[in-house]
T-cell receptor
Framework: GESVGLHLPTLSVQEGDNSIINCAYS??????FIWYKQESGKGPQFIID?????DKRQGQRVTVLLNKTVKHLSLQIAATQPGDSAVYFC??????????FGKGTMLLVSP | GAVVSQHPSRVICKSGTSVKIECRSL??????MFWYRQFPKQSLMLMAT?????????EQGVEKDKFLINHASLTLSTLTVTSAHPEDSSFYIC?????????????FGEGSWLTVV
């Protein structure tokens, strides 16, 4: 089966710093990856996705990097703001299989 | 971006009664929707995959007779928790696959808090 995990359960940063959240996956057939943000008591919110034919994709203040060689992806948040405080999940799938979620990383941003 | 609406956001029901949660894709059609359950400080646990016009596919350990899923249209899936018990109290989240997008983007609803008293 596929497993997706996160290296750090909690990440604390200062406002204005850049944040990096890491994720490892086990299934080399995974070809689609999504990062979600989940605020307390709410459903996950889509942040950014990337397909296996890319190694980098940028959004607004966010960048996802994919390293298929070591089966690792990361989410970089530039100029982190207090509103970025949430739990971040990575998810992976292969083909049209269901998404497999990582355990989540809590990002805490201090003003 | 694509929006998935979930209703109700919070519901309290008495033990032994049934409660229905709706999941709607508002600006796209979804032949596939997913239902998750989430416990505090844990990741999402997939309960079942809802397929429009056919039976849902349940994950191992999920009672299909207790968690009834109906996907009657391309924009609506419902989860009915039958004969609810306090241990069914949880955060239930649905998601829908946007198949108009060239692949597999999945969007989530806001979740529904179920409290069984």
């Amino acid at each position: 089966g596929e497993s997706v995990g996160l290296h750090l359960p909690t990440l604390s940063v200062q406002e204005g710093d850049n944040s990096i959240i890491n994720c490892a996956y086990s299934n080399s057939a995974s070809d689609y990856f999504i990062w979600y943000k989940q605020e307390s008591g709410k459903g996950p919110q889509f942040i950014i996705d990337i397909r296996s034919n890319m190694d980098k994709r940028q959004g607004q203040r966010v960048t996802v990097l994919l390293n298929k060689t070591v089966k690792h992806l990361s989410l970089q948040i530039a100029a982190t703001q207090p509103g970025d405080s949430a739990v971040y999940f990575c998810a992976a799938s292969s083909g049209y299989s269901t998404l497999t979620f990582g355990k989540g990383t809590m990002l805490l941003v201090s003003p | 971006g694509a929006v998935v609406s979930q209703h109700p956001s919070r519901v309290i029901c008495k033990s032994g009664t049934s409660v229905k949660i709706e999941c709607r894709s508002l600006d796209f059609q979804a032949t596939t929707m997913f239902w998750y359950r989430q416990f505090p400080k844990q990741s999402l646990m997939l309960m079942a995959t809802s397929n429009e016009g056919s039976k849902a596919t349940y994950e191992q350990g999920v009672e299909k007779d207790k968690f009834l899923i109906n996907h009657a249209s391309l924009t609506l899936s419902t989860l009915t928790v039958t004969s609810a018990h306090p241990e069914d109290s949880s955060f239930y989240i649905c998601s829908a696959r946007d198949e108009g997008y060239s692949g597999n983007t999945i969007y989530f609803g806001e979740g529904s808090w179920l409290t069984v008293v």
